[in-house]
């Protein structure tokens, strides 16, 4: 059976390129990037240059890029050290972040460590600005706002450069967790002005293991995990070499292509909306998903207009690996916070959603293979419903 892909949020298959670079450095540089000796300095050469040319991609400095092992440390490293150590006692976000930000900023209000505020959420999937402006007019205590670039359920893009402004004007940290948008955007981290972003390189066709967080000059975070004091005392351990390699060819590739990818990777997204419309009377898209410029091009986020709890079985049984969009525990599909968030619970009996996720790869054939299953199960409710 022929397999299709349309998981690229959840990971990206690596790319041969990334592979061989990586394969060269396993074969050739095996040095502790710690040790002194010409081994180590080999390999902390290589450390050094992928620091350099992901900072220069960034338009930043090589000095605020610290490499972790993937987007989940680097966002617990940044909440956590801005509440330890940098006297934080108030943290805005959302029920939308991604669960390793839900679940650190969890943990800090468990402790009492930090008042946590949620913003409400727009049935669009937005967040309240004007809620958040409000907020930050209150400076009685030091505060962190954190909020995602792009949401990986539904793709609604923040307005980063706007809250950054207004943190900014608020004497407030500003941390975006980036995973889903580095290396799709063409991002100018200090154009942006955030604070404080993450990155995992296996979202960008690069390796698992492998990440960094951007933390602006002179921000002062301090480690989660401490030990020989690598990665300047914010990343103690052995550094992931070749990881790192991979993810700075990962990284090239994807700048280096990105025109020629968002043409592909649009027209992808913009052909599978058309064919669902035709195909499927009645469907929709959550938040602002079916928005090429107003959410991730590379995500879109199906609201079938019936409830199928097996869908992702019906989908697997036909060769289509895809994400539905919630959480599934013991079996079950769950709903998710972000469909629970923006639909009430009339609204979610009545739909399935389906979240697709597009990368270079992705074909029309792809998709001509995910609406015909679609459009048998379509058609089986309508035949059960009539
Ligand atoms: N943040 C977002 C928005 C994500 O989509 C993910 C991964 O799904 C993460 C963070 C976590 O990244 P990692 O898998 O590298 O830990």
Redesign the pocket.
Known sequence: MQRVYLDN???TAIRPEVVDEMANVMKNVFGNPSSTHVFGREAKALIELSRKNIAQRLNVSPAEIYFT???????NTIIRSCVNDLDVTRIITTDL?????IESIKDIEYRGKAEVIRLNILKNGNIDYQQLEELLKDQSKKTLVSL?????EIGNLTDVKYISKLCQENNTLFHT????TVGHYDLDFQDLGVDFA?C????IHGP?GA?FLYAKKASHLKALISGGGQERGLRSGTENVYGIVGLSKAFDLALDELDEHVQHIKEIKQYTIQQLQEAIPGVGFNGLSADLDKSLYALLSIKLPFHDALIGFELELAGIAISQGSACSSGAAKVSTVMSTIYNEDEISQMTPLRVSFSYETSKEDIDTLINTLKKIAAKHQLQNA
């Open positions: 949020a959840a990971t092992s993937c987007g989940t440390e680097s966002n972040e991604h669960k390793c930000v995602m670039h792009a949401n990986n967790d980036t995973v889903q993450s995992s390189a296996h979202k698992k990440g």
